[in-house]
């Protein structure tokens, strides 16, 4: 029954961590999740900033001079403007599509409809934190969206963190059954440990290949590090 108890606690404790985990990439920019191909040849339909976008790809913003924006059929290229917190940014709006678009901001008061072929300016603001969606109020259901971003590592360095909890807590979860118990184990204590491994292995999904090759490479050097200090003699006090 105790070892039962356990099993609940980490189950509903990986329920919370990997919800936090999610929405906490979301609104940092580290994480989104490929969902269809469409909006052109880019790199698939993802959630960005909280909302559906055509990807095709993040770019850092001009430190001086202006930054190029496509807006096309329907999407925006690049879909994420990298830059320093709170940086002032001047941006080219190029129309390259068929129809009448928008560069649209709620949170910074941008509204700048550009005509097919025609080009406009717009000077918009980098978040302090996180990230700020723009999108075209015309064709926002279709997937044409994007976000201005911070340019950091602590962001980045959050996700992988986030990824390397989800895998603990997912061995944790798999070894409990092997650790010593009083009683045995009923049925509904192995659904809630496999729910709780489940709910890990999706939130490790929402990581990108960046992530786990960042993820590999720590721990490469934390096992070299290891091996260095087995290798060391122990000298005798």
Known sequence: ?????????????????????????????????????????????????????????????????????????????????????????????????????SFTIDSEGVDQDVQPGDEAEVSVTIPKSGMVSFYCKFHKSSGMAGALAVTGSFVWLAVVSTLARMIVYAVTIAALPRAPRPRRLRTVHHVIGAAGILVCVWAMAQADTKAWVTLAALAAAGLALYALARLRPVRAG
């Open 1 to 101: 029954m105790k070892q039962g108890v356990v099993i609940l606690a980490c189950g509903l404790l990986v329920l919370a961590a990997a919800g936090c985990g999610s929405s906490s990439s979301s609104s940092s920019g580290g994480t989104t999740t490929e969902e269809s191909s469409s909006g052109g040849s880019g790199g698939g339909q993802k959630t960005i900033a909280g909302v559906n976008a055509n990807d095709h790809g993040t770019k850092a913003v001009e430190d001086n001079g202006k930054t190029e924006v496509e807006l096309d059929d329907y999407y925006f290229e690049p879909t994420v403007l990298e830059g320093k917190p709170g940086e002032k940014v001047t941006l080219e709006l190029k129309n390259e599509g068929k129809t009448v678009h």
